[in-house]
C-alpha cells in the first residue's frame, strides 16, 4: 500500500492564482481531512469527509472548496491563494470509528509546502 | 470548544535524560480520544498512540510511556533514556467520538532536541 499520498510536495503562487492539491489513499479509508501547519499553531482542520459525496468544514475553511467524489480521493482547491494560505498542507484519512465508537487514528500524507507571493 | 494546551514550546536534553512532554486538554463532552503523533525532521506525522477517556490506564511501550488522568485533564508523555533520534516535534492531539472522529483538535508541539 502507497498509504495517503500527496501531490504537489512544493508549490509557489502568485497572489490570486488558483490551484488544487491533490490527496489519494489506497486503504479504503473513509474519513478524510485535511488540515494547515503554520509555526507555533499545530495543525489546524480546514475541511473533513466522511464518505464519498459528504463534506463539511472545520475550523479554518474559507478560501479554500474540497468535494469527495470517490473513496480515494479528496483533493483541497485554492480558488484565489493569499499570502495567507502560505502553510504545510496535510491530508489524512482514517477508517470510521469501530463498533462501540473506538475512533481510529489517522494516517497522514507527506504533505505539501505552499507559498503564496 | 475543545483545546489542547502543550506548553512546553521547545525543551533540549542530553542523550540518556528521561524527559516529559506535557499536555492539557478542555472538553465537555465524556466520550473523547487523544492522541500523540511525531514529527521527525523529514515531516511526516507518524502515530504513536491512542487513548479513549474512559481508559485510564497507563501505558508503556519500550522507552516511551504515557500518563493519562482525567482529574487534572492531562495525558502526558515521557521518553526513558532519549535517544538523538528522538528529536523531533510532538503533537497531542483530541477528537470526540462519532462522526466526530475525524476533527482532530492538535496542541501546538513540544520540540524536543536531544544533544549527544
Known amino acids: 500500500n502507497a498509504g495517503v499520498t500527496q501531490t504537489p510536495k512544493f508549490q509557489v503562487l502568485k497572489t490570486g492564482q488558483s490551484m488544487t492539491l491533490q490527496c489519494a489513499q489506497d486503504?479504503?479509508?473513509?474519513?478524510m481531512s485535511w488540515y494547515r501547519q503554520d509555526p507555533g499553531m499545530g495543525l489546524r482542520l480546514i475541511h473533513y469527509?466522511?464518505?464519498?459525496?459528504?463534506?463539511d468544514q472545520g475550523e479554518v475553511p474559507n478560501g479554500y472548496n474540497v468535494s469527495r467524489s470517490t473513496t480515494e480521493d479528496f483533493p483541497l482547491r485554492l480558488l484565489s491563494a493569499a499570502p495567507s494560505q502560505t502553510s504545510v498542507y496535510f491530508c489524512?484519512?482514517?477508517?470510521?470509528?469501530?463498533?462501540?465508537?473506538?475512533?481510529?487514528?489517522?494516517?497522514f500524507g507527506p504533505g505539501t509546502r505552499l507559498t503564496v507571493l | 470548544a475543545q483545546k489542547v494546551t502543550q506548553a512546553q514550546t521547545e525543551i533540549s536534553v542530553v542523550e540518556k535524560e528521561d524527559v516529559t512532554l506535557d499536555c492539557v486538554y478542555e472538553?465537555?463532552?465524556?466520550?473523547?480520544?487523544l492522541f500523540w503523533y511525531k514529527q521527525p525532521p523529514s515531516g511526516e506525522l507518524v502515530f504513536l498512540i491512542r487513548?479513549?477517556?474512559?481508559?485510564?490506564q497507563n501505558e508503556i511501550s519500550g522507552r516511551y510511556s504515557w500518563n493519562f488522568q482525567k482529574s487534572t485533564s492531562s495525558f502526558n508523555f515521557t521518553i526513558t533514556a532519549s535517544q538523538v533520534v528522538d528529536s523531533a516535534v510532538y503533537f497531542c492531539?483530541?477528537?470526540?467520538?462519532?462522526?466526530?472522529?475525524?476533527?482532530?483538535?492538535f496542541g501546538a508541539g513540544t520540540i524536543l532536541r536531544v544533544k549527544s
Open positions: 492531539a483530541l477528537s470526540l467520538g462519532g462522526l466526530y472522529g475525524n476533527k482532530l483538535v
Open positions: 489524512a484519512s482514517s477508517r470510521p470509528p469501530r463498533g462501540g465508537g473506538q475512533n481510529n487514528e489517522q494516517f
Open positions: 487513548r479513549n477517556s474512559f481508559d485510564e
Open positions: 472538553t465537555r463532552d465524556t466520550t473523547y480520544y
Open positions: 486503504m479504503n479509508h473513509e474519513y
Open positions: 469527509s466522511v464518505g464519498a459525496g459528504i463534506t
